[in-house]
């Protein structure tokens, strides 16, 4: 890590809050307040910032206690590229001396380092752009400064948001992954070290990593948020990705990276939502942990009144996954040219063959495979109806053994590369004991149906 050192005073693990009780009226303002003692790590991002507005707990003792969390775990988890204390603490003080200004006053955040931040190095996961410092904020940073954030540090990438891992490994096992190309910041959010996250997502890189650290995450509909001052990898699928610790955190982290009033979550509109169980042409891949969670939540869903049935995709899917990586190695060799051109030496194994492979594709060949992605975008609208909500795996099982092999994106490109957007829900355990999920998707532009959706099953699966 570029920086970091001891916390400090004013840092405690431990304090009393208070926390509303909705539950017992339905007045948010008069309604009883029960006084308990929590360790701030432990609150959603939607409790924190709740507590802060409220005045019940300052950023300066969320931030310090979120820094203690990092100094106590991260030789174990190596969740962070780069972290500030000093500066973590110093925003901190500047939003308590302040009224809420924005959905997130106070609340601190982690940002994958692919993506510009003016104060704190931006590298890529690659020692061509050891050290780098940005001139100006990412539009994303941008956004969450304006909504009152705390930028706590950099979490690790992949090289390029890649294939080639960083040092993160699982939470809960070192000997697992956690996922990746947003590795650090799955792990940073699953090990409380701080209760937002900014991923991103090409193929499966915002999903999987959460389903494997067991923490939720959104892939928004492509298009939806601004990728000004973010690494390109495959300007095609790069997609911004969202983790919080509950579907509320998701909304909220939404609303304050577009700018637009905190909304909550929007009821679902007709009772329980229509639901497609959709095993894909690759169902034979998902280990059984994987499987029976899938099949166990449709379960739930049609016990609590949802429609249930299955989805089957036409055969153009078959081939979508061959298509996109074609697409992937064509464009990262263009993005990554100047670095290339550059320190070509420098780019680990699996960047330097992804690149040599994506120059030896023809144009032709290129424009063959997003003619296709684009028509079994077109057959998505014939098979799924509008209001229709996807259930699929979130990751083929529990996270594997091993840091070097970030595991397979096997039930998320397929939605993605149409540009559909997706949740995650923490749902059961694998025979090891870490954490699976599943995934629900939805068509483009339906992502607020979506998080009602997601709010509602996470909801009736806990029950």
Not at 42 to 48: I, P, V
Not at 299 to 324: H, I, Q, W, Y
Request: hydrophobic share 40%; aromatic share 4%; net charge negative.
């Amino acid at each position: 890590m570029a920086v970091f050192g001891p916390v400090g005073a004013g840092a405690p693990t431990n304090l009393t809050v208070r926390r509303r009780r909705p539950d017992r009226c339905d007045c948010a303002q008069t309604c009883e307040e029960e006084s308990v003692t929590d360790d701030p790590t432990t609150l959603t991002a939607t409790e924190a910032a709740a507590c802060i507005a409220n005045g019940d707990l300052t950023s300066e003792a969320l931030v310090g206690a979120c820094l203690a969390r990092i100094e106590a775990r991260e030789s174990a988890v190596s969740a962070w590229s780069h972290v500030d204390p000093c500066l973590a603490l110093e925003q901190a003080r500047a939003r308590d001396r302040t009224p809420p200004t924005g959905p997130l006053h106070g609340v601190p955040i982690g940002i994958k380092d692919i993506v510009d931040t003016c104060d704190q190095p931006t590298t890529h996961g690659s020692r061509a752009y050891a050290g780098a410092i940005p001139a100006e904020d990412a539009a994303c940073v941008a956004a969450l400064r304006e909504a009152g954030a705390v930028i706590l540090g950099k979490t690790v990438t992949t090289e390029f948001a890649n294939r080639d891992p960083g040092p993160t490994s699982h939470p809960l096992n070192r000997l697992h992954t956690p996922g990746g190309s947003s590795s650090g910041s799955a792990a940073a959010v699953a090990d409380r070290m701080v209760p937002l996250a900014l991923a991103s997502q090409t193929a499966g890189s915002t999903i999987r990593p959460a389903a494997y650290c067991g923490i939720y995450g959104l892939k928004p509909t492509f298009g939806l948020l601004s990728l000004a001052g973010m690494g390109a990898l495959c300007e095609r699928f790069d997609t911004l990705g969202l983790y919080g610790r509950s579907v509320a955190d998701l909304a909220l982290l939404r609303d304050a990276l577009l700018g637009v009033d905190a909304a909550g979550i929007p009821p679902l509109a007709d009772g329980p939502p229509r639901v497609r169980l959709c095993r894909t042409p690759l169902w034979d891949e998902a280990q059984p942990e994987s499987q029976a969670a899938v099949e166990r939540a449709a379960e739930v869903f049609s016990a609590a009144g949802a429609t249930v049935e299955e989805l089957t995709l036409p055969p153009e899917f078959d081939c979508l996954r061959e298509k996109m990586w074609e697409i992937i190695r064509f464009e990262l060799a263009r993005a990554l040219l100047p670095v290339w051109r550059r320190s070509s030496a420098s780019l680990r194994s699996t960047t330097q063959s992804m690149f040599r492979a994506g120059r030896e594709i023809s144009l032709a060949q290129h424009v063959d495979n997003i003619r296709h992605v684009e028509d079994c975008g077109r057959l998505m609208d014939g098979v799924l109806a509008g209001e229709e909500i996807v259930l699929t795996p979130s990751a083929v099982g529990e996270a594997p053994v091993g840091v070097e092999n970030t595991g397979p994106p096997t039930f998320n490109f397929l939605w993605h590369v149409i540009g559909m957007p997706a949740v995650q829900i923490p749902y059961g355990h694998g025979p090891t004991g870490l954490p699976i999920g599943v995934q629900l998707v939805a068509h483009r532009h339906a992502d607020d149906p979506l998080l009602a959706a997601a709010a509602w099953a996470d909801g009736v699966l806990a029950s």
